[in-house]
């Protein structure tokens, strides 16, 4: 047996020696393990729902022999979305950092987990001096660490070998979920717990203040994350870390569901029923705060418009990073 990241049944977390016994004696109760997890054994395979561990098996399918004999499906109560939370994140917690930017989603996500926090940002930027007061308000250390116009440029080379069809914004981000998970790293932490999710499940983006159908979009936003999350973790791989993602758990995931979008957006407020739990365990200051995406609060996203400036793209970030990605391709001869 084989396992990449943790299983828990129920609520509770397996240990190898009881997942080899379910194994042994009781396979049919692979469809029920909850967690995060690639996990292999004898000629079979069985991998999380949202794929949240990288590997090959499908996400959400338990495969032998190359077919695929079931699906996963926890056996878990239904819960409130507050003890979804607590509970997504309580199983979490027993390892890593937190990924702290001093919004809403990873400030909750710290003040249940209880652990330290890393925040990074350009100097100046947003995110570095939210994080630091997010962090100070509930009592947490915080490691607030400046990246330089350097590191953002030497994150996007590694970034860009590793994404297919990149765009301005998916660039961004992955350069700043590089430089999480190696500043992690570097702090001798290989798991990251992040608040990544929330803003589809919850109805985060601004676009969905002026959506036609705000349900079919939420609808269809979610099933995407698995292709996001895919994207980051094979980013922060290149640190040899991993992301942990609570409101990606099952519990939350099934209690976002059972939300009406009116209850996740209300009088022009986005995430409302999120912010409403988290006003009960943070500052209401900070459950209230609205904060731009953590690849523009960090100064990422500004620094990568600058660098496309300077290199003659005056109004397209795409040229700049079409030009980077030709000058890293092997076959361009230029930086391997």
Not at 40 to 64: H, L
Not at 108 to 129: E, F, K, M, N, Q
Request: glycine content about 8%; charged content about 25%; proline content about 5%.
């Amino acid at each position: 047996m084989d396992l990449d990241g943790w299983v828990e049944i129920g609520g509770r977390r397996l240990s190898s020696s009881a997942i080899r016994e379910i194994l042994a004696r009781h396979p049919e109760e692979v469809i029920q393990f909850g967690g995060e997890f690639l996990l292999t054994w004898n000629d079979c395979s069985a991998r999380d729902p949202f794929g949240i561990i990288p590997g090959e098996t499908e996400p959400g399918k338990v495969v032998c022999r190359g077919e695929t004999i079931g699906r996963i499906r926890p056996v878990l109560p239904d819960l409130g979305l507050e003890q979804a939370i607590i509970e997504a994140v309580s199983l979490r917690k027993t390892e890593g950092v937190c990924a702290l930017s001093g919004g809403v989603d990873s400030t909750l996500v710290a003040a249940l987990a209880r652990l330290p926090c890393i925040a990074i940002g350009t100097a100046g930027s947003h995110d570095l001096a939210q994080a630091k007061r997010a962090a100070d308000l509930i009592g947490l250390d915080c490691s607030c660490i400046e990246i330089s116009e350097k590191d953002i440029a030497d994150a996007l080379r590694e970034v860009l070998k590793i994404m297919t069809s990149p765009t301005p914004l998916t660039a961004a981000i992955g350069v700043a979920q590089y430089l999480v998970s190696r500043s992690a790293a570097d702090l001798g932490h290989d798991v990251i717990l992040s608040g990544q999710g929330a803003d589809e499940l919850f109805g985060g983006y601004a676009r969905y203040l002026k959506s036609p159908d705000l349900a079919a979009e939420l609808r269809r936003d979610i099933p995407a994350l698995k292709h996001q999350v895919s994207r980051d973790q094979a980013v922060a791989s290149l640190n040899r870390a991993r992301f942990s993602l609570p409101y990606l758990d099952c519990r939350v995931v099934r209690a976002a569901r059972s939300l009406s979008p009116e209850e996740k957006i209300r009088d022009g407020i986005r995430k409302y029923a999120l912010r409403e739990v988290a006003a009960r365990h943070i500052p209401p200051e900070i459950a209230w705060y609205e904060k731009k995406a953590f690849q523009y609060g960090s100064g990422v996203t500004q620094t990568l418009q600058r660098f496309a400036r300077h290199n003659g793209y005056k109004k397209s970030v795409q040229g700049y990073l079409n030009q980077v990605n030709a000058e890293t391709s092997p076959s361009s001869g230029g930086r391997p």
